[in-house]
Nanobody, 126 residues
Framework: QVQLVESGGGLVQAGGSLRLSCAAS????????MGWFRQAPGKEREFVAA????????YYTDSVKGRFTISRDNAKNTLYLQMNSLKPEDTAVYYC???????????????????WGQGTQVTVSS
């Protein structure tokens, strides 16, 4: 069982930055790919970014490319999402997710991930 706890969300003005963190239980390591998803009110959960077990491969949805950066520190069992140039449309609850394998085959498919955190709210004001 993998437990995930997100933090770092909050209220920020458009153009600002936030860094989300996802602390994973001790069993999470370079053996598991991880990702970030988000869900805005009234919308379906959508893929944001993913990273392979050792961090050699990353994937982003088009709307965040060049603004968001996903990274991980396996020594600390922590996943990060650096979000710059935030826009009001980035407002959502952000969830981290953990797969069972290190290589990413379906980064944007929620079914690829076996474990999910409870989410952290990000609100971007205009």
């Amino acid at each position: 069982q993998v437990q995930l706890v997100e933090s770092g969300g909050g209220l920020v003005q458009a153009g600002g930055s936030l860094r989300l963190s996802c602390a994973a239980s001790a069993r999470t390591s370079s053996s598991r790919a991880m990702g970030w998803f988000r869900q805005a009110p009234g919308k379906e959960r959508e893929f944001v970014a993913a990273i392979s077990g050792i961090g050699s491969s990353t994937y982003y949805t088009d709307s965040v490319k060049g603004r968001f950066t996903i990274s991980r520190d396996n020594a600390k069992n922590t996943l990060y999402l650096q979000m710059n140039s935030l826009k009001p449309e980035d407002t959502a609850v952000y969830y981290c997710a953990c797969a069972l394998v290190p290589r990413i085959s379906m980064p944007s498919n929620p079914a690829f991930y076996a474990y999910w955190g409870q989410g952290t709210q990000v609100t971007v004001s205009s």
